[in-house]
């Protein structure tokens, strides 16, 4: 059974940091494109960063760029994102993704919370 496990979130205070881990299991992670994406309330959801299958290459988005870095452990099967100098417009469910033989796969979610 494929499947994705997000973890690491939490409250965390503006300008501090947090790094959640996507686990898989059923299949290997260094074979597939690993996007994180996340969905704050009231908003679609939204990519954030990615990375692709073979050579590591990353993206992120504008928003994140320079704050947010993606990585990935094989030996663990496991994409980090880590992420500094949260702000208020982070707080949200965070989501990794994949997309295998055509079919979308989402973790459950890991929610943060950037507050006072």
């Known amino acids: 059974q494929l499947q994705l496990v997000e973890s690491g979130g939490g409250l965390v205070q503006p300008g501090g940091s947090l790094r959640l881990s996507c686990a898989a299991s059923?299949?290997?992670?260094?074979?597939?494109?690993i996007g994180w994406f996340r969905q704050a309330p009231g908003k679609e959801r939204e990519g954030v960063s990615c990375?692709?299958?073979?050579?590591?290459?990353?993206y992120y988005a504008d928003s994140v760029k320079g704050r947010f870095t993606i990585s990935r452990d094989n030996a663990k099967n496991t994409v980090y994102l880590q992420m500094n100098g949260l702000n208020f417009d982070d707080t949200a469910v965070y989501y990794c993704?994949?997309?295998?033989?055509?079919?979308?796969?989402w973790g459950q979610g890991t929610r943060v919370t950037v507050s006072t």
């Open positions: 993704h994949a997309n295998i033989l055509s079919r979308n796969y």
């Open positions: 990375i692709s299958s073979s050579d590591g290459v990353t």
């Open positions: 059923g299949f290997r992670l260094d074979y597939y494109a």
